[in-house]
T-cell receptor
C-alpha cells in the first residue's frame, strides 16, 4: 500500500513560534488532504491540495503541495494554544493517513 | 443530526464477549469508513463501504472483525470474542461520494475497553 511518512512525530513550541509538519511519499500522489485532531476529539478536515506546487492559506495556516506531488507541508505561523493537537495528512485516493504530528504549544 | 453519529460512546466489556458498534453517517453520504485508533497512535484503516458493498476489507485485523451496512446508511462493526488488544477508539467517517478524494467527516468515536 501507499507509504506516507510524516515528520516530525512530536513538536513542542513556545507560543508565538512557527511550526511545520511534512508529509512525504515515495510515489506521486493524486491529491492530499490535511486533518486536525484536538486532544480527545476526532479528526477534522482542514484542506485538500490537488495541483502540483499548489499553495493554500487559511489564516495562519499555509499548506503546500510539492512540485512533484510527492510531498506536502503544513506551516503554522505564530502558534497559539488553540493550535494544539495532532495534524494528519491523508492520501486522497488511498485509505491511509500519515502517522501524524502531535503539536504542543507552551504558553 | 447534521454530523456522523456513533454509538455507544463508551463500551467496557470482558474479554471473550462480542461487541457491536454503530455508525450513522451524514444523510446522503454514500461512502463510509471505519478506522481504529489506539491511545496516542495514528488512524488504522479497517474497512470502506460504497453504498452497501465493501470493496475493500483489507484492513480488518482478523476474522473476528466484520462489518455491514444496510440501506446505504447505518453501519455496524462487530468484534467477536474480544481480546485486550482490541481496546481502542473506533472511528467512523463518511464522505459525500464514493471517490476517496472527498473530505471525510468523522464521528466522535466509540471508546472500547476490554477487561
Amino acid at each position: 500500500g501507499q507509504q506516507v511518512m510524516q515528520i516530525p512525530q512530536y513538536q513542542h513550541v513556545q507560543e508565538g513560534e512557527d511550526f511545520t509538519t511534512y508529509c512525504n511519499s515515495s510515489t506521486t500522489l493524486s491529491n492530499i488532504q490535511w486533518y486536525k485532531q484536538r486532544p480527545g476529539g476526532h479528526p477534522v478536515f482542514l484542506i485538500q491540495l490537488v495541483k502540483s506546487g499548489e499553495v493554500k492559506k487559511q489564516k495562519r495556516l499555509t499548506f503546500q503541495f510539492g512540485e512533484a506531488k510527492k510531498n506536502s507541508s503544513l506551516h503554522i505561523t505564530a502558534t497559539q494554544t488553540t493550535d494544539v493537537g495532532t495534524y494528519f495528512c491523508h492520501v486522497g485516493n488511498q485509505f491511509y493517513f500519515g502517522t501524524g504530528t502531535s503539536l504542543t504549544v507552551i504558553p | 443530526g447534521a454530523g456522523v453519529s456513533q454509538s455507544p460512546s463508551n463500551k467496557v466489556t470482558e474479554k471473550g464477549k462480542d461487541v457491536e458498534l454503530r455508525c450513522d453517517p451524514i444523510s446522503g453520504h454514500t461512502a463510509l469508513y471505519w478506522y481504529r485508533q489506539s491511545l496516542g497512535q495514528g488512524l488504522e484503516f479497517l474497512i470502506y463501504f460504497q453504498g452497501n458493498s465493501a470493496p475493500d476489507k483489507s484492513g480488518l485485523p482478523s476474522d473476528r472483525f466484520s462489518a455491514e451496512r444496510t440501506g446505504g446508511s447505518v453501519s455496524t462493526l462487530t468484534i467477536q470474542r474480544t481480546q485486550q488488544e482490541d481496546s481502542a477508539v473506533y472511528l467512523c467517517a463518511s464522505s459525500q461520494y464514493g471517490s476517496l478524494n472527498q473530505p471525510q467527516h468523522f464521528g466522535d468515536g466509540t471508546r472500547l475497553s476490554i477487561l
